[in-house]
């Protein structure tokens, strides 16, 4: 079965980066799109950046020119570097599949940008 594993979270001050790493358990990123996605307290959960099979990317326009999402195949992983960092970016951070596929989720990882 294929877990993902995030890590990368954690407390940052305002302009602040930080780097995110998205491991599977199974070779699986070639055959799909993967995509970022993050939930705030009291607010719907948001793609904020893509991926697609050939290595396009697209962007949410709240992090656009901030943030920037990467994979690597051969090491089943996709990144997501994240830039100048706003207290609104604060927010527990996943990854999965484009479109999302609910057997998926992990535990993802928590991003706190606060000074």
């Known amino acids: 079965q294929v877990q993902f594993v995030e890590s990368g979270g954690g407390l940052v001050q305002p302009g602040g980066s930080l780097r995110l790493s998205c491991v599977a358990s199974g070779n699986i990123f070639s055959r799909y799109h993967m995509a970022w996605y993050r939930q705030a307290p009291g607010k719907e959960r948001e793609a904020v950046a893509r991926v697609f099979l050939g290595d396009v990317t697209d962007y949410a326009p709240s992090v656009k020119g901030r943030f920037a999402i990467s994979r690597d195949n051969a090491k089943n992983t996709v990144y997501l570097q994240m830039n100048s960092l706003k207290p609104e970016d604060t927010a527990v951070y996943h990854c999965?599949?484009?479109?999302?596929?609910?057997?998926?989720w992990g535990q993802g990882t928590q991003v706190t940008v606060s000074s």
């Open positions: 999965n599949t484009v479109p999302v596929t609910n057997a998926y």
